[in-house]
Structures are given as structure tokens and as C-alpha cells.
């Protein structure tokens, strides 16, 4: 049996947060070793349901449930998730905007075209010089640089995320440079109002 983390009161928030809610699952968090693909989960979840699933081409499906069309895939994505909400997720720039109005905590930062190194730069004295870099439109943490001290860090970080930037979408021209914040990153999967997974990753972004 694991024994019980203690806390100290300069304790970081990171640190509150795994001791008061990452720690009591620790257990369940390590049922398994490793999961099978998401579209094969999926699939297996619209059978239990006794859906009817047809293969439209590698990556789009539609479910039928008493030979009524209940809804499909794009890849990983589901019909229930908005045009709004899809075209949102590609962009962190605007990611970052949504989040700001709605008074969410999101570290400092700008989004900047990959012409303007310099302007980078001033970005980065200006927020304390420590600094995370991404492409705007990068998915699944590629081409994110955390932890950026120096402009030469700047200079890598800013070729990287060039790299990773995705060439279908609309934001694919600009880089985001941010406030670094360590912490753990977490993904948490919703249904309705319930989360119904989550997973964790040791790496700070």
C-alpha cells in the first residue's frame, strides 16, 4: 500500500493538485498498460449498443442504430462536436481568446506571424523571458518547446514549431509564443457534463 503524500505550506498548486486528487487514484490510474485504438474503442461501444456501423473510407463512419443514421466520425472526431467547436480547436490563438473571455486562467502570450522573429523576441522579454513556443495550429503537443530561456532557444523553438504547423488549417501562419507555466498536462474526455476519461502526461507545457 502506497503510503500517504504529505504537503508542506509553500506547496505548490501543481503539487495540491496531485497529492489532493492525482494521488487517491493512483491505483486505478494504473489499471492499464496500454489501451487499444481509439476507433476500434469506439467501435466496440457502438456495438454494446447495438449500432451498425458502415466504413465510409479510412477515417469517416457512420453509426445506424434500427437502420436510422445517429451519427459518424471524421477521424477522431464525432458528428456531436460543432463546426464552431472543431474550427476552434485547430487554432490555439483563438483557443487562448475563447478562454480569456471567458475568464478562464491562460498564460500571457501572442500569437505571431513567422515573419517577425523579432517581434518574438520582444515577446519574450516582455513576458520575463521564460517563455513556451507553438505552432498555432499543431496537434498533439508537436513542435511545443516549453521552458525557453534564451534567444538561441528562441531560434530553435521557432524553426520546430514552423515545422509541426498543420497545412489545413486557417491559423497554419501564425507561432505562439507564451508564458511558461509547468504543470501537468491533462486530457480529460466529456460526455454531456460527466468526464468519462482522462489521461496524464509527464511532460509541462
Known amino acids: 500500500m502506497r503510503p500517504a503524500a504529505r504537503l508542506e505550506e509553500s506547496a505548490s498548486v501543481t503539487a495540491r493538485f496531485i497529492v489532493e486528487h492525482v494521488e487517491p487514484m493512483y491505483d486505478e490510474l494504473r489499471q492499464w498498460s496500454s489501451t487499444l485504438p481509439h476507433q476500434e474503442l469506439l467501435q466496440r461501444a457502438a456495438r454494446r449498443k447495438r449500432m451498425t456501423i458502415k ?62 522573429f523579432s517581434r518574438a523576441v520582444k515577446t519574450m522579454k516582455s513576458l520575463g523571458k521564460r517563455v513556451a513556443v507553438k505552432p498555432s495550429s499543431g496537434r498533439v503537443g508537436k513542435g511545443i518547446t516549453p521552458d525557453i530561456t534564451r534567444e538561441s532557444q528562441l531560434r530553435a523553438a521557432w524553426a520546430k514549431a514552423m515545422a509541426a504547423r498543420s497545412a489545413t488549417s486557417d491559423s497554419r501562419y501564425l507561432i505562439v509564443v507564451e508564458e511558461y507555466a509547468p504543470g501537468l498536462d491533462i486530457r480529460a474526455y466529456v460526455v ?5 476519461g482522462r489521461s496524464l502526461a509527464s511532460r509541462s507545457t
Open 192 to 196: 454531456g457534463s460527466r468526464v468519462v
Open 55 to 116: 466504413i465510409i473510407s479510412e477515417a469517416n463512419q457512420l453509426f445506424f442504430l434500427s437502420g436510422v443514421v445517429v451519427g459518424g466520425m471524421d477521424g477522431v472526431i464525432t458528428s456531436l462536436v460543432s463546426h464552431q467547436a472543431r474550427r476552434l480547436s485547430r487554432s490555439k490563438a483563438m483557443t487562448k481568446k475563447y478562454l480569456q473571455t471567458s475568464e478562464v486562467p491562460t498564460p500571457r502570450g501572442k500569437a505571431i506571424s513567422p515573419t517577425e
